[in-house]
Every structure is written in structure tokens, then in C-alpha cells.
């Protein structure tokens, strides 16, 4: 698309997925309320859980004036929604899912909606547990305005050590992992945009800012990896339009509260670790699929290295998600086999909850 026929980007749609996460998202919508660039709607997909969904319906009921919603036609995947108007003007709906579809399910039940109810130029998908900094939208908005691009990244910095996450992402093909570019610099550490531009293949979907003509051109996210590798899948639909890097866009991120994926083995979910694993056999077969039958067996070499850091319980998890890699399973996991990698009832359903929450 030539630059000619790029146009400005003013609005914005906010798109957060959530389950069971009153507290973080309520700390979420109060970042998003200091904002500078106020041209923007808030859509929330509340991903099954009833509880949640009733507490941030009524803390909104508190705190905003309500907007009536038609109900005989409601967004498809939802079972109710609500719309609320904040004092400075800024819409936001709460889309209470039908069931738990997972990451990629809430965000294309949020982009339905804001095609619906908003004339958005960007989306913006964030986490419930980040926190954007006040001009981070403006940053990522001047920046989208300026060139043609797919999807932006921001610096995402580890809340609790204010140290980088990560500026954007590169795959590593051969043994189907994501390596983050920036991982561990100090905060005020000024890279080079054109060198992050010229590595990065996808950006984190912690905080994802795409623009209409790539979300058009990609269509909607993939929900067969139900967590994990889906913002990846979607970098890799972007055709010609390149991804781009906001230095000034900075947003904070508490990594991995919600879906217990730590950087430390010994303390991963057992959902995050099954789901990595399947879903990297996933994605392979899906854009490298000459390199499938090698990639296969290096993944299996792969799950050892949980031996090595003294999980035995990580172990038998990630060979148990290559294992339903390599027979084709897709979507959100089946609760009884859960049940059989997890040993009890209830922390299947808790971490089936979380899975749609957080990011990498």
C-alpha cells in the first residue's frame, strides 16, 4: 500500500481479554483512563466467567453512565452485553463470552464488536494485567500515522524489576521458539529502531497495536492454539506490510500472573507448559511444513530440558503437549484429559480460566 493512500489514525479501539481477573483489570482501565489520546473505545471480552463479568458490570454501573444495547442482535460468541460511557466521553462494552474461547476467540469477539459499534483506524489489544503509560497511545498512533504498517510493538517492561520484556520478537524456526529482542535491558536503554525493525517477526499480543488494512488482509485470529503462539500466527498473515517498533510507546507488564507463565520452569502452570508445546507443533506444521519432521524431534529433545532445571512434573506436561501436537489436537484442551495431566478436577478449571488471560 503506497503512502499515498495511508490515512491518519485517530481512533483507537482498546481490545482486553479477561477471565476472572476483576482486580488486574480494574488497575488496567485505570491506566487506560490517564491516557492522553482520548479518541478511543474500550472493548472487553469477559471470557466465561459469570463472577467477573457481574463485579466489572457493576463497577462500571458505579462509576460511568449507561448506554442502552440492543439484545435482539447480539455480537456472535457473547451471551450478554453492556455499554457504559465514561465522564470523558470514552465508550466502553463489556462482552460477557458464551463460553471460555480462549485468546484468540475473545479478541475476534472484540474486533466483531468494534466493527460494529465503533469507526476504529487501530486496535489495540492489551493485557488486563498492563499498565500503558500516559502518551504510550499517542506515541503508537504518530508513529501509525507515518508509514503504512501492520502491527506496532511497544517497550514492554517486567513491572516488578522495570526491566525489558521485550521490544519485539524473532522465531527461531529450526527448533520452534521465540526469542524476545531486548530481554533484560535496563529501561532507559535506547536501542536501535531500524535494528529491532530489521529482527522482529511478530510482536507480543500483550500489547498489540494493528491497523485496519492488516486486520482486514489477515482476517481473524486463529483459535485453534487457544493460548499461545496465536499473536505470532497473525504477525505471519501481515503479507507486505511491515512491522514496526514505538520506543516511546512504553507499557508495563505483569508477566505471566494470570496464566503462570514465569521464565522459571519450577514455577510454570502445567496448562502453560502443555500448550506451548502442542502449539509450537502447531504453528510449524502450519508455515514450516518442510521442516515439520525435524522440527518434531528437536521439540522432543526440547522437553528434556525441564529434567534438567528438576521438574519431573514439567517433563511428563510439555512430552504430553507434544505429544497432542503431533496427533493434530487443537483448540482449548479436553477437561478430561486435563484431568489426567493435572490429577485434580479443580485445578483444571482454574487454569483453564486463567489460559485466556495473559501473554507472553
Known sequence: MSFEAWLPIRKVAILIVSYN???????????????????????ICENGSTDSFQKLDAHLADSCSSVSVDTNDPIVGTARETHYRTVGGQDIWLL?????????GGVNICVRAADRYFRWDAIWILNPDTH??????????????????????????????????MYGGYWRAWIARGKAIGLGNDRDFNPSTTDVERQQQFVSGAAFFASKPFVAAAGPMDEQYFLYNEDLDWCFHRGSLPLLYEHHAIVLHAHGTSIGSSEHAQMRSP???????????????????????????????????????????????????WLAGLCGGIGRPDEKLMRQVFRTSASVKADLGRSSVGRT
Open 21 to 43: 481477573s476483576y482486580t488486574e483489570l480494574l488497575a488496567c482501565l485505570s491506566a487506560v483512563s490517564r491516557l492522553a489520546h482520548r479518541d478511543h473505545a474500550i472493548f
Open 96 to 104: 460477557h463470552a458464551a463460553t471460555n474461547v480462549g485468546y484468540a
Open 132 to 165: 500503558p503509560e500516559e502518551n504510550a497511545l499517542s506515541a503508537l498512533v504518530k508513529r501509525g500515522t507515518s508509514q503504512p504498517f501492520a502491527v506496532i510493538g511497544s517497550r514492554l517492561l517486567f513491572e516488578t524489576s522495570a526491566r525489558i520484556q
Open 271 to 321: 496448562l502453560a507448559i502443555y500448550l506451548e508445546e502442542r502449539n509450537k507443533l502447531i504453528f510449524t506444521r502450519k508455515h514450516y511444513p518442510l521442516r515439520y519432521p525435524l522440527v518434531v524431534l528437536i521439540c522432543f529433545a526440547l522437553c528434556h530440558q525441564y529434567l534438567l532445571r528438576g521438574t519431573w512434573r514439567g517433563y511428563s506436561t510439555a512430552v504430553r503437549g
